[in-house]
């Protein structure tokens, strides 16, 4: 079955990958499927027809069949789960493979969404120079604590993983910031990432439609 | 195999059920599944012992034999799936079950730890009056969609799932703000979780821990 997955028509990030659509590309490329996508305006995405498919109005969505999934971490759960190459076969291997994925986005991303939020959002606000200070002491905390678990092993368990897979396109949203840099080690680990060929065809068929003249 | 998990010795909350332990007292209840508890103070959570269990120093920790958990996502999906009960036998609609469970904690959570963090940790800041608002409002924009897609039904897709745990453990977070009384349908949705027998054992668990003399 034929798999359609929905990105945006033009990226705010003008192609730097950091949209959720990369996660899931490099998802499918790990496990060799391949797929279709389908760009969703910013008008389009808060429309019926979007909002039937994804009830918070992003992207991406995941189509396949009768079957309509969105969150990222579902759906790269979802390609991991039915392929192979993204979670280790051990039973308790693969549950901690899971505990990573579920780390990346409800304890290390959030703080990096309210950094986020606290620049694009209140950017122009009175506070907002007093305030960003405090808001990347809260995105150190876990990054502290993530660089010393990680230590210097390349994965965060074992062999590459979609908790790996996840975690690094977390971390990958804090590069502008300068705050990855001050973690040499999950700066490396980051690179080991994005170095994988799984990943820069991610990466490069993101950047083809965000460059593609219109 | 006996279930050993973490909680607060004595939680912030003072037992109102709001701290982690109770969505993974909650899952165990839903699948019948006895388990243990060791207590740890705040000091014992940053410490090495603690921390080779869960690296970012938090609780509940899920401990079977010798697999070790952290993330309450994580746990409460290796319980799912190794259980009946919180997750559908058909593919597809388990598939869309684990999506609610992503979506309760990487979309709905997100700006609702936002909120707790401008209470909490910049309460007392020059900018927190007129802040707030700003950060309420980010908290509507999910609610608002998921009070859309709920409708009238009683759970999220069919019957009641860890996806629903989850999003009703959540959602939970924000009724002393009064943010969660503004949607009836999404209050009802709650109300329906805590009426569970389950959900009644979890929170008296952990009240009890929470009201013991020490």
Known sequence: M???ITAFERSPDGGKGLARDTRVRWALEEVSQPYEVRLVSFRAMKEPAHLAL????????YEEGELVLFETGAIAFHIAERHAGLLPADANARARAITWM???LNTVEPPILELANARLLEGDKPWSAERL????????VPLNQLSVRLGDADWLDGAFSAGDL???SVLLRLRPSGILDEYPTLAAYVARGEARPAY???FDAQLAVNTAKK
């Open 2 to 4: 034929t798999i359609t």
């Open 54 to 61: 994804h009830p918070f109005g992003r992207i991406p969505t």
């Open 102 to 104: 579920f780390a990346a």
């Open 133 to 140: 200070p405090l808001v990347k002491d809260r995105v150190r």
């Open 166 to 168: 996840l975690m690094v």
């Open 200 to 202: 820069k065809r991610a």
